[in-house]
């Protein structure tokens, strides 16, 4: 439509063309990709237009309050919005500002109620988006009570030392009843049942990202949007999680084996420096080649290893036999 609306005025001598963006494109809304794409074009739209010499201005809103269509949204999803910190703009807030910027030089401005202390502490990422770099370093050293930005593990760390595959289903079970009942604000006294389905519960798409994003976040897990959709109640997804949970336990663990090993070949050897009867010096390393054999991957390793070593104490013992 916008880009109808450019090349079908792109000859008139326009005064303004102003494109209602939405805050979504600029800072981002939860399971709402396409809109914020969607938004993102208009943006580009009046970057384009002012490179032609032509007007063009995008706004990035943030939700209005009394009329349109953050309005028509549930009440869930008007919550979401004040818990992310974001206050609704009043008509008569946005009207005031919308004469103020009408001859604003800049092809874009984003206009969004927003007390960022709240907004930035909700991001779970570990990366900090660009954006915010230089306001969350300003909003960290001035609050301290801001939630630091790294990864709730403790969910993990809980599971991993877990080694009975029924324990840790438990754990799961117990964690997403919890985070269920939150996402679908329910009261603390009902515990939703791992049977029924999230959709059955009262869950819709947006509340199915949301769950996705804790447990991504509690499990440090890349986790697939679709997740909610394919193992459709608590039950299915603990099954589902446990068996993810186990399979990268098993290759930590298995890393962790190989440092080890790694660490333990490092480790520099305990020589015994041994004089025979006409005084000639030798370097006894044999304990050090057994534990290398035990601990060598392969023939040819063990081979190199050894010929390095034997080299070296070589040169060590005529350093010191000439010494
Ligand atoms: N309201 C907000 O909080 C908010 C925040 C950020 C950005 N925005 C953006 O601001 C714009 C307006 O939002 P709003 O809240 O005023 O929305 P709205 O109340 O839903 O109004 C949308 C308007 O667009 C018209 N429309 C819809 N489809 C159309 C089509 N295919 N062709 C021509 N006209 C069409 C509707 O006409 P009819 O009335 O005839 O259906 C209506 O007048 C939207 O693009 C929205 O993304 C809004």
Request: charged content about 20%; proline content about 3%.
């Amino acid at each position: 439509g916008s880009w109808n609306l450019h090349t079908l005025s792109a000859q008139l001598p326009l005064d303004f063309f102003v494109c209602f963006s939405s805050a979504a494109a600029l800072v981002g809304s939860l399971g709402q990709g396409n809109y914020a794409a969607a938004n993102a074009f208009l943006d580009g739209l009046a970057h384009y237009r002012q490179s032609l010499g032509l007007p063009g201005i995008s706004l990035n809103w943030g939700p209005w309050a009394e009329t349109g269509m953050a309005t028509r949204l549930g009440k869930q999803h008007q919550a979401r919005l004040q818990q992310q910190g974001l206050t609704p703009i009043t008509p008569q807030q946005g009207l005031q500002v919308f004469e103020q910027i009408l001859n604003y030089q800049n092809p874009q401005l984003g206009i969004i109620q927003v007390d960022w202390s709240v907004f930035l502490a909700k991001i779970k990422s570990k990366i900090i988006p660009a954006l915010f770099s230089k306001l969350f370093t300003k909003l960290e050293s001035k609050a301290e009570n801001i939630p630091s930005l790294t990864v709730e593990t403790e969910l993990l760390n809980q599971l991993k030392s877990q080694k009975s595959s029924n324990k840790r289903q438990e754990i799961l079970i117990e964690y997403l009843q919890e985070q269920v009942r939150q996402v679908l604000k329910l009261d603390s006294c009902q515990t939703p049942d791992p049977q029924t389905g999230f959709f059955d519960l009262g869950m819709d798409s947006l509340m199915a990202i949301e769950l996705k994003n804790r447990l991504a976040t509690a499990l440090d897990m890349m986790l697939a949007s679709t997740l909610i959709f394919e193992f459709t109640n608590i039950q299915n997804l603990v099954e589902h999680l446990e068996s993810e949970i186990s399979k990268n336990s098993w290759s930590t663990i298995q890393q962790q084996e190989t440092e080890q090993k790694e660490q333990k070949i490092n480790t520099t050897p305990k020589f015994t420096l041994k004089k025979s009867k006409d005084g000639k010096k030798s370097i006894s390393i044999v304990n050090q080649f057994a534990e290398l054999e035990s601990l060598a991957e392969d023939v040819e390793t063990l081979i190199a290893v050894e010929a390095s070593i034997t080299n070296e104490l070589a040169q060590l013992e005529n350093l010191l036999n000439n010494s």
